[in-house]
């Protein structure tokens, strides 16, 4: 279907013509809003007005006399020095409602007029490496980056640039070279737990043997070496740390219920055979520079304590490659090889300075360009109650499964609470439970402004109350309640109705959603989308309480409220699935 024009456009449309039929040479945007004076309030005319050294108010009064009105807007009145307040008519909600619900796939959202192909770096956890919560908000953020972007009709590009190479790898082959069936399960089937604990008690003895042996130590190093040679059975061996961990990986993404595809993991080791070019053709354009044998990049405004410029070591003077080395191979390929147009790393607040001098290194490079953009989405720490970063009592930081299971045992318990009012069976409540915990955990997380810390409180997360994504999904379970009992009543539209004014109220909301998933999606701003939703169930909850849909005055009106509130599920629904969150049909 065609996407629906929504009635924000419309109405700057219209003023916007009255602008420029009165002010020919202004630049005429009305600076339209909404309003708790009206419908919308347009505040362009005083800005215009000086411009133009015309009283504001008369402006303002030309510009109402061409305004057509009746149709889509049913009054304009000025209002103070200037401003235009106004007000749309019934039937054009209506409609515009009718528009978007007959779209039952996209409600109306447009796609972008020029959609480009984005690469995502994130969810990047490290082999033979346990995830705790400091990967939690990559995952979740960047899993809700992919959904609006591919929503937005964006060719989104997927990768998880995990931690795979490095001197620990020398310590754990050699180990596990002089411990042969370590790690030899046969062809039985472990669990992602299992597979974790083989491999944290495997480094534990590593890296005991290597702190306490030299000679281990000695050949610990040389398998380094051998494993940057690509020693066939030094990369076998490595190989099966990778095969391991990601039987983990998947084990904990499938408990954030987001997909991770194996293809889209595409480790530090992936650039390897890059680096020597890299490292070429930086060094041959004068980007970089030998420094004290290594090779350098350096800013006249990145510097020291010592007020000393600080460089960005692309190769050490030992040979060796840094991480710099690997982010800049991975930009080059994501730019020549992939095609992309922006690409986004969803990576800790910590980082900044790194990736920093790695853009702008590869600015310098020409890799980057007015074409091609990158951005670091750099996210803040997840905190505990007590402000400080989110640890266990013994200090150490939070195993990411432990933490989701526990959101999923406090949220089990809250919908066990309601099963037998709203008749669950105990398959329904465990389901339930999960999607629930799952979502409380993403919600908190994206409802925060990606760049702020956020406090971890569980408690808040599940609770029915408040701006929690359990009061989103009970309002859309609710809405399924009353379709369920609608019986043989269907949704229906009647643009003859008038309207009341909390239904107005969610209808001109509806309205604003093909705007917000622009927005969020345009900006990298999840929590635009999910402050959204949270106002969009509060003046449901208003509609309640002074709409009745089952028990309405006459058949049209029940048919027309019906229609509205299964709009307002449907647009429920989308949006969370937008943000990874899923929606139960009872709770």
């Not at 800005?47 to 009283?55: E, G, H, I, P, W």
């Not at 000679?215 to 051998?226: I, L």
Request: charged share 25%.
């Amino acid at each position: 279907m065609a996407p629906v024009t929504s009635l924000t456009d419309l109405v700057h449309q219209r003023l916007a013509n009255a602008l420029s039929a009165t002010l020919p040479e202004a630049d005429a945007d009305p600076l339209l809003r909404r309003s708790d004076r009206a419908d919308f309030q347009a505040n362009g005319i005083l800005a215009l007005a000086k411009k133009a050294k015309a009283n504001p108010r008369e402006l303002a009064t030309q510009v109402v006399s061409r305004i057509t009105t009746g149709d889509v807007i049913q009054d304009v009145e000025v209002s103070g020095p200037g401003f235009l307040n106004i007000t749309i008519t019934d039937r054009a909600i209506t409609e515009n409602l009718a528009a978007r619900y007959a779209d039952a796939a996209r409600l109306g959202v447009p796609l972008a007029e020029h959609p480009g192909t984005t690469v995502i770096d994130y969810a990047q956890p490290n082999v033979a490496k346990e995830m705790h919560v400091g990967h939690l908000r990559s995952a979740v953020i960047g899993d809700a980056l992919v959904q609006l972007l591919e929503f937005t009709g964006e060719s989104v590009v997927r990768r998880h640039h995990i931690g795979d190479w490095g001197t620990q790898f020398g310590m754990l082959i050699q180990y596990l070279d002089e411990h042969p069936g370590e790690l030899d399960h046969g062809d039985a089937e472990i669990s992602g737990e299992e597979a974790m604990s083989n491999l944290d008690r495997l480094y534990k003895a590593a890296r005991k043997l290597f702190d306490s042996d030299e000679e281990f130590k000695t050949r610990a190093r040389r398998r380094v070496v051998d494993l940057q040679a690509g020693e066939p059975q030094t990369l076998a061996a490595w190989q099966k740390f990778v095969d391991e961990s990601k039987i983990y990986f998947f084990s904990v993404f499938e408990k954030l219920d987001m997909e991770i595809r194996d293809p889209d993991i595409v480790g530090e080791s992936g650039y390897n055979d890059m680096l020597d070019e890299t490292c070429r053709m930086l060094e041959e354009s004068g980007v970089a520079e030998i420094s004290d044998g290594a090779l350098c990049v350096f800013f006249d405004d990145i510097k020291g304590p010592d007020g000393n410029r600080t460089p960005l070591i692309v190769r050490k003077s030992d040979g060796g490659y840094g991480y710099a080395a690997t982010d800049l191979s991975a930009i080059r390929d994501r730019v020549f090889n992939l095609k992309a147009n922006s690409l986004l790393y969803v990576v800790d607040v910590r980082q900044s300075l790194h990736f920093k001098m790695v853009f702008e290194t590869a600015r310098r490079a020409g890799w980057l360009n007015d074409d091609v953009s990158a951005f670091q989405l750099a996210f803040g720490t997840i905190l505990g109650k007590d402000g400080k970063p989110f640890k266990t009592r013994e200090g150490v930081s939070v195993k990411l499964e432990d933490l989701l299971d526990e959101a999923v045992q406090r949220a089990t318990a809250v919908v066990r609470e309601k099963a037998e009012k709203v008749g669950l069976t105990e398959e329904e409540i465990v389901e339930n439970g999960r999607y629930v915990g799952i979502g409380a955990v993403k919600y908190a997380d994206l409802s925060t402004s990606a760049v702020r810390d956020y406090k971890f409180d569980l408690d808040q997360m599940v609770s029915l109350s408040g701006d929690t994504s359990v009061y989103l999904q009970y309002a859309y379970a609710r809405i399924q309640s009353i379709l369920r009992k609608a019986g043989e009543a269907r949704p229906l539209a009647h643009p003859e109705l008038q309207l009341t004014g909390a239904e107005r109220a969610l209808g001109l909301h509806l309205d604003q959603f093909s705007e917000v998933v622009a927005d969020a999606a345009k900006e990298y701003a999840p929590h635009k989308l999910t402050a959204y939703l949270y106002q969009l169930a509060s003046v449901l909850t208003t509609f309640y309480d002074q709409c009745p849909v089952l028990k309405a005055d006459t058949p049209e009106q029940q048919e027309n409220r019906l229609m509205l509130v299964d709009l307002t599920a449907r647009t429920l629904h989308r949006g969370m699935a937008l943000l990874g969150i899923r929606t139960p049909e009872k709770l």
